[in-house]
């Protein structure tokens, strides 16, 4: 890139979903806040959903969300494609089609602002093929780069999808491979190869738009977008206080090169937060969070489920006579690792367990 401050990754201590605020000290600070009171306000923060909701009438719905994260590559044009794709997921998630987005930037002032025309230009690339509009947005100096979106969404209101909804014996599809984090931070440190890159980026860049649209013709009962907090505390969320959940660990889709960097402990601070979080002894609605043989299964498997996912895929809950069909429509809409990788059962000591 040039100069050193022009470099993205020089000016950033973390980068992507996996610069979260752990997900256990997010639900203490969201349990303090007042509740909406708000009828029309269908989907709220109480249950760590991807998106606000809130009817207009019987009909439609609004969605609205926000996302926004530094740089997990140098290439200014792929983070900006990469943090656009991931902002729109969250409306994709719930089910609705995104209408409007409005940039978020920080920037440090001694940057090239060539370099943030390029990131806003990827943005706007990805906002075009989602079919929605750049309606302008809000701009700052910062020490970090970051970028991302403000999204509104529309949604039949009878067709909301919500993230802690799934019914007992409904499969789980994963659309996108695990493991993007683990690849990313080898490539803080030189050591991913070409392949492992190509495809952690490919999958980033990926609208969960193709995904959503195949959903429509299936009875999904629940739905999120696994991104910083990584499959397992996504699937917790999706339990919610009434659910298990069931996971083939030979079913995840994964990029095979995740599997080598994890073993040679290319890991995240992320993931080890995400680890913490599912084996504490609560989850964020007060119930048992035990997770059983988390440390039975292979060292990088673990680290595999822990990890942070930057613009991952859907994690869907659809019936089982259904789960076939929807998994091969979206393999023909072009996310070729889309797997059933587990089930939905009912409420045990163990909230997630392994087949």
Sequence with gaps: MGKKNESLLSNCT??????KIESAAL???????PSGGDKNLLVGYDTSDDAAVYRLDDERSLIFTADFFPPMVDDP????????????????AMGGR???ALNLVCFPQAMDKAVLADILSGGAEKIAEAGAVLGGGHSIYDKEPKYG???TGIVETSRVIRNNTPKTGHKL???KPLGVGIVMAALRVEMADAAAVRQALASMERLNRYACECMAAFNVSACTDVTGFGLLVHALEMAGDQASIILNPDALPVIPQAVRYANEYLLTAAGQRNRNRVCSPQTSVGAPAQCADVGALPFATQELLFDPQTSGGLLIAVPPDEADALTAAIKKAGDESAAIIGEIAPRAENVIRFK
């Design 98 to 100: 995104p209408l409007v």
């Design 77 to 92: 044009r792929t983070f900006g494609r990469i943090a656009a794709a991931n902002a729109l997921s969250d409306v994709w």
């Design 173 to 175: 599809i994963l659309t």
């Design 27 to 33: 639900a203490g600070l969201l349990a303090a806040l």
């Design 14 to 19: 973390s980068g992507g979903c996996g610069a």
């Design 149 to 151: 979106l403000a999204v």
